[in-house]
């Protein structure tokens, strides 16, 4: 055999190498496309990056439970926090003559300047 046959040989075992690996990732893809219609890949792959999603934030929150237990209640007392100033403010005309007025009085300022009214 001479060099010129030896070479031609071996490219076409290269050549058919190559189209083996062709054939095949073809035949995945073609197979892989079968299955499903575009719109339902794209629904399957967005519900299963939600459910990653929410299994990470139920870790996170099982983590740091009282972390999120405050947040809550600070944010339930800020939304509140008029008609708790409004209690407080009814409250202290309610007090008895006999209470000292000065330390009411500066509380009551000190709420006015804080809330602003």
Do not use: F, Y
């Not at 219609?37 to 139920?58: M, P």
């Amino acid at each position: 055999m001479s060099a010129a046959e030896r070479e031609l040989a071996e490219a076409r075992q290269a050549r058919a190498e190559t189209r083996a690996a062709v054939d095949t990732r073809v035949e995945d893809l073609r197979s892989s496309l079968t299955g499903e219609n575009l719109a339902q890949r794209v629904k399957h792959d967005a519900l299963a990056r939600v459910q990653d999603t929410a299994d990470e934030a139920i870790a996170v929150a099982r983590e740091s439970r009282w972390v999120i237990l405050a947040t809550g209640a600070a944010l339930l007392a800020w939304w509140g926090r008029r008609p708790l100033l409004a209690w407080g403010r009814r409250l202290a005309e309610r007090l008895p003559e006999g209470e000292p007025l000065r330390a009411w009085q500066r509380c009551q300022d000190w709420i006015a300047r804080k809330a602003k009214w």
